[in-house]
T-cell receptor, first 114, second 109 residues
Framework: NAGVTQTPKFQVLKTGQSMTLQCAQD?????MSWYRQDPGMGLRLIHY???????DQGEVPNGYNVSRSTTEDFPLRLLSAAPSQTSVYFCASSSLQGGNQPQHFGDGTRLSIL | SQQGEEDPQALSIQEGENATMNCSYK?????LQWYRQNSGRGLVHLILIRSNEREKHSGRLRVTLDTSKKSSSLLITASRAADTASYFCATDFNNDMRFGAGTRLTVKP
């Protein structure tokens, strides 16, 4: 039982490049989400999904796209990378949306935009 | 902002001592959770406390919630070097979950 798996663990991009951060969970969780973590700040919600085919914006969605074609996978796409998107990105899942269930986190993707 | 704010930002103690971290927030909440993050890893859930609960325990962890003061505390008793990590509170109101910036705990052997 792997939990939440994120790939890659590290990535360096040039400004303007695009890439996809992968996230997969094997717990059959309906709710999945993406956060970014910046120094001195809490995790900020980028996008989330309450089930396959359903996605919605979080607190900081600009510059990112998501899709949810299966229950297991929730990729995050950077359309045109900018230095402000340098951050650590975490994917999380839980059985239900909201704070009445524990969130299960992956180990993160450390992304640097040059 | 609903986001919780942890205090202190950093805490350094000796092994065996107790560690107390506080979380304050500004709006109503349904639930509050505490998470631990080891360096270079994802967050790990510790405890969830609901708005109608005042205290919960899990092993060496004790969480209190005072909704009248809009604050929560996390107590780690008999700390160990392995407790060295960052600790975050997360507040939830109507499925809107917000994380604080965390307390960095260092436990010296």
């Amino acid at each position: 039982n792997a939990g939440v798996t994120q790939t890659p663990k590290f990535q360096v991009l040039k400004t303007g490049q695009s890439m996809t951060l992968q996230c997969a969970q094997d717990m059959n969780h309906e709710y999945m989400s993406w956060y970014r973590q910046d120094p001195g700040m809490g995790l900020r919600l980028i996008h989330y999904s309450v089930g396959a085919g359903i996605t919605d914006q979080g607190e900081v969605p600009n510059g990112y796209n998501v899709s949810r074609s299966t229950t297991e996978d929730f990729p995050l796409r950077l359309l045109s990378a900018a230095p402000s998107q340098t951050s650590v990105y975490f994917c999380a899942s839980s059985s239900l949306q909201g704070g009445n269930q524990p969130q299960h986190f992956g180990d993160g993707t450390r992304l640097s935009i040059l | 902002s609903q986001q919780g704010e942890e205090d202190p930002q950093a805490l350094s103690i000796q092994e065996g001592e107790n560690a107390t971290m506080n979380c304050s927030y500004k709006t109503s909440i349904n639930n509050l959770q505490w998470y631990r993050q080891n360096s270079g890893r994802g967050l790990v859930h510790l405890i969830l406390i609901r708005s109608n609960e005042r205290e919960k325990h899990s092993g060496r962890l004790r969480v209190t919630l005072d909704t009248s003061k809009k604050s929560s505390s996390l107590l780690i008793t008999a700390s160990r070097a392995a407790d060295t990590a960052s600790y975050f509170c997360a507040t939830d109101f109507n499925n809107d979950m917000r994380f604080g910036a965390g307390t960095r705990l260092t436990v010296k052997p």
